[in-house]
Structures are given as structure tokens and as C-alpha cells.
Nanobody, 120 residues
């Protein structure tokens, strides 16, 4: 299983970016997939996840600004990030995991991370 994250960059506050996570060796539509982020000196945090049936969940800090989606034909999961804030600056990682009991459990399958920097 390989996950390839891309799409990060430098953007001004209020701007937008779209991250992509392309998979090989696994079928995203059969699995829960999540985006995490890790800022310098902070723990990795769950940003959003999408379940096999298409349901989505978001951290409170990104609700209304970020949208996670999946393209089954491309076996790719996206994270559309709008109204970006400096506090969104982090390395963003995608993960294929398990959804059980209303909780997302990450697996050991992580993308390599893509840097998002939001300037004020």
C-alpha cells in the first residue's frame, strides 16, 4: 500500500488549496481515509475523514472551511481548503484507517506529507 500526498504550498490568509492523496495497492472506496496535520512542536491531529459510504467528519477547527471528498475512478481523496488561516500551517498527511464505534483509527499507511504554509 502506498499513499502519495500532494498539493501543498504557500498561500496568503484567506486563500485556498486542494490537497490530493492518490493510492496504490488499496481501494479507497472500501476504506475510511483521513487527513491529519502536524504543526511544529505540536501533536499530529485529525482534520477530516471520509467513510466508505461517503459520510464525512471534520475537526471543529476546520468545519465550514475544509471539504474532504473522494474520486473512486482515480482512487484519490482530496482535501479542499478554503478561507485558510495562519494556524492551518502544518504538514498534512493522508492515512487509510478504520472507522469503528464513531471513531477513526489510523493504520500504519501514511502518505509522505505535504507542507501547507499560510502567511498572514
Amino acid at each position: 500500500v502506498q499513499l502519495q500526498a500532494s498539493g501543498g504550498g504557500l498561500v496568503q490568509a484567506g486563500g485556498s488549496l486542494r490537497l490530493s492523496c492518490a493510492a496504490s495497492g488499496t481501494i479507497f472506496s472500501f476504506n475510511a481515509v483521513a487527513w491529519y496535520r502536524q504543526a511544529p512542536g505540536k501533536q499530529r491531529e485529525l482534520v477530516a475523514n471520509i467513510l466508505p459510504g461517503g459520510n464525512t467528519n471534520y475537526a471543529d477547527s476546520v468545519k465550514g472551511r475544509f471539504t474532504i471528498s473522494r474520486d473512486n475512478a482515480k482512487n484519490t481523496v482530496y482535501l479542499q481548503m478554503n478561507s485558510l488561516k495562519p494556524e492551518d500551517t502544518a504538514v498534512y498527511y493522508c492515512n487509510r484507517g478504520i472507522w469503528r464505534g464513531s471513531t477513526y483509527y489510523p493504520s500504519d499507511y501514511w502518505g509522505q506529507g505535504t507542507q501547507v504554509t499560510v502567511s498572514s
